[in-house]
C-alpha cells in the first residue's frame, strides 16, 4: 500500500518561507516520478516542479523559479518542495504525487499514481 503525506503548510505573510514535506511508504519503484503540483479552488491542478530517477529537477511555473526548490532524500524516501520570497498568488493546495513506469511525460496529472492529500499553503 502506498502513501505519500505532505507536511509543512501554514498561514504565512507575503515574503514568508516554507518548506514542504512528502514522506512516501510503500512506494518501491526502482525507478519513479515525483513531483509537486498545486491547486486553488475552482481550477485543475498545475505542475511545479518534478523529478524523476536518473534525471533532472524540472521547474514549470516561471513565477517560481528561483524562489522554489524541490529537493529529495532517498533515504527516508523523500521529497521536499523549499518554498521562499511566498506571494499572494502562491496561495492554494500542494500536492505531492509519484508515478510508476511507464509515465509518459512525468509533468501531467495523469502520468500520477499515487497522490498525498495535499496541505495548504496560504500566503496574505
Known amino acids: 500500500h502506498v502513501q505519500l503525506v505532505e507536511s509543512g503548510g501554514d498561514s504565512v505573510q507575503e515574503g514568508g518561507s516554507l518548506k514542504l514535506s512528502c514522506e512516501t511508504s510503500?512506494?518501491?519503484?526502482?525507478?519513479?516520478?515525483m513531483a509537486w503540483f498545486r491547486q486553488v479552488p475552482g481550477k485543475g491542478r498545475e505542475v511545479i516542479a518534478t523529478w524523476y530517477s536518473g534525471g533532472p529537477i524540472t521547474y514549470y511555473i516561471d513565477s517560481v523559479k528561483g524562489r522554489f526548490t524541490m529537493s529529495r532524500d532517498n533515504a527516508k524516501n523523500a521529497v521536499y518542495l523549499e518554498m521562499t520570497s511566498l506571494q499572494t498568488d502562491d496561495t492554494a493546495a500542494y500536492y505531492c504525487?509519484?508515478?510508476?513506469?511507464?509515465?509518459?511525460?512525468?509533468?501531467?496529472?495523469?502520468?500520477?499514481?499515487?497522490w498525498g492529500q495535499g496541505t495548504q499553503v496560504t500566503v496574505s
Open positions: 504525487a509519484g508515478a510508476v513506469p511507464p509515465w509518459g511525460a512525468c509533468s501531467k496529472v495523469a502520468d500520477f499514481t499515487y
Open positions: 510503500g512506494y518501491t519503484s526502482r525507478a519513479k516520478c
